[in-house]
């Protein structure tokens, strides 16, 4: 007899592999590396201390004596710098390596806040933050395409909402001991944030490895940011991050400034920006599993329109009870569009662009801190009532922009093979493949499909 053959799926199989998105449970254990996790605790380490920027408005103010429209101009020039910083970053860690442009950033970050710490001519603070805008924010796509390279496509839901978490945990760390600090000793925050970037930079540089082969394929291969500039996607996407990066920068550039109006001491301003660590910490981890089996774009619209709703209820806050009420509020919507940002740029992204994808994104990021600082404290100056309806205004308008642009930032599904039922033959395939094709288990994306 001859021996039975069995029923090729082979057609499926050379499907481009789905991004599942039923709702069953993936029950293949998930192994992120020790790379990555050594990422998590460096970015943990840098995160616990970050208190310079948070508080560079107040510190201005109070400290050296800046009126409020000078503050915001001032760190107008932070902006500036960050504005290039992640073009700079992403196309460096492209061409030269994530860990060479990671350590240089931290190293030049250190010395710029030791220097500023002590710097006393108006000149040299506002070149300062012009230099520390750069350094600050040129690392920042690098930490993205690093999880891209470390951790495969169908993982990194889980690693992206790990390292969103774990930077919180840390940054809710920082807040509540950084607005006791700047009562008495502005300069210990510089001293402590420049320490801990240090750290960063120096795990990534020991224990971080780079991928194997990823330089001389990116050398081969075509690059620059025209590449990147041809998706009309990700443009679209980016102008949609940049405006909702004005609106929730507010909480750097003009909600000290609205607390201190409201005759409440710093460390409020504190309080509330550690309870915004400390919503993320408890309600992200129940969150993410039920974002991640969404519709990314969905989730990023729904997000930045609550974070519009946060910001317009500080509008009536004068107490400690109503800032905190309006941090937990827009903290609770910030969830969303952090849970899917992510992976959606780095699915957007050709491998060898992934650095200068994470780039663009970074520059929507940084346009945000020059718009917010310029055209926030501008607003504030003018009214509150102005300044938080405004932001309300914008944060509907993004997430409208996304809601529209939805369906490009969906997964593509596979095409189902086209077979004639006409033979016996045929049929068993047919039969082969619907088993096949049953729902997988859900992909944990982060962005949420």
């Known amino acids: 007899m001859r021996p039975r053959q069995p029923a090729r799926p082979a057609v499926i199989g050379k499907q481009r592999p789905e991004i599942a998105t039923g ?79 990671l350590l240089g950033g931290t190293l030049a970050t250190a010395a710029i806040m030791v220097a500023l710490a002590y710097a006393r001519l108006t000149a040299l603070i506002v070149v300062l933050i012009l230099l520390l805008g750069v350094t600050l924010e040129a690392p920042r796509p690098v930490t993205q395409a690093l999880v891209a390279d470390l951790v495969p496509e169908e993982d990194r839901a889980r690693a992206y909402a790990a390292l969103f978490w774990v930077s919180n945990l840390g940054f809710a760390a920082a807040m509540t001991s950084a607005g006791f600090l700047a009562q008495s000793a ?59 990066y004005f609106v929730y920068l507010q909480s750097d550039s003009t909600l000290p400034l609205a607390v ?66 309006s941090v937990t509020v827009w903290t609770l919507g910030e969830i969303l569009p952090a849970t899917v940002t992510g992976a959606i740029v780095a699915r957007l992204a050709p491998e060898e662009l992934r650095g200068r994808y994470s780039g663009l994104y970074s520059l929507a990021v940084a346009s945000g801190w020059l718009t917010s600082s310029l055209g926030g404290t501008q607003l504030l100056s003018v009214s509150p009532l102005v300044l938080w309806g405004s932001c309300a205004a914008l944060s509907a308008a993004s997430a409208y922009g996304v809601l529209r642009l939805a369906p490009r930032l969906r997964p593509v599904k596979p095409e189902r093979p086209k077979l004639d039922g006409s033979s016996s033959q045929t049929r068993q395939r047919l039969a082969v493949a619907a088993v096949v094709s049953q729902p997988r288990p859900r992909s944990c994306d982060p962005q949420g499909v």
């Open 23 to 101: 709702p069953a449970k993936s029950k293949r254990p998930v192994r992120l590396g020790r790379g990555f996790w050594v990422l998590c605790a460096g970015a943990f380490i840098n995160r616990a201390g970050t208190m310079v920027v948070p508080f560079m408005t107040l510190y201005l103010v109070s400290a050296r004596g800046f009126s409020i429209v000078v503050a915001g101009a001032t760190l107008a020039g932070f902006g500036g710098g960050a504005l290039v910083a992640p073009l700079i970053g992403g196309a460096l860690a492209d061409r030269v390596g994530r860990r060479v442009t």
């Open 186 to 244: 502005f300069t210990a925050i510089f001293w402590i944030d420049a320490g801990t970037g240090l750290l960063f930079g120096g795990l990534v540089w020991l224990f971080v490895p780079e991928r194997p082969g990823r330089l001389e394929a990116v050398r081969k291969s075509p690059s620059g940011y025209r590449l990147v500039m041809r998706d009309r996607t990700m443009l679209a996407f980016t102008a949609a991050v940049l405006v909702y």
């Open 260 to 325: 201190h109006r409201s005759g409440l001491a710093p460390h409020v301003y504190g309080l509330c920006m550690a309870l915004n660590g400390v919503v993320i910490c408890l309600a992200q981890p129940v969150l993410a599993p039920h974002l991640i089996r969404r519709d990314p774009g969905r989730v990023w619209a729904a997000g930045v329109a609550l974070v519009g709703v946060g910001f317009a209820l500080t509008a009536i806050a004068s107490t400690t009870g109503g800032y905190l009420l």
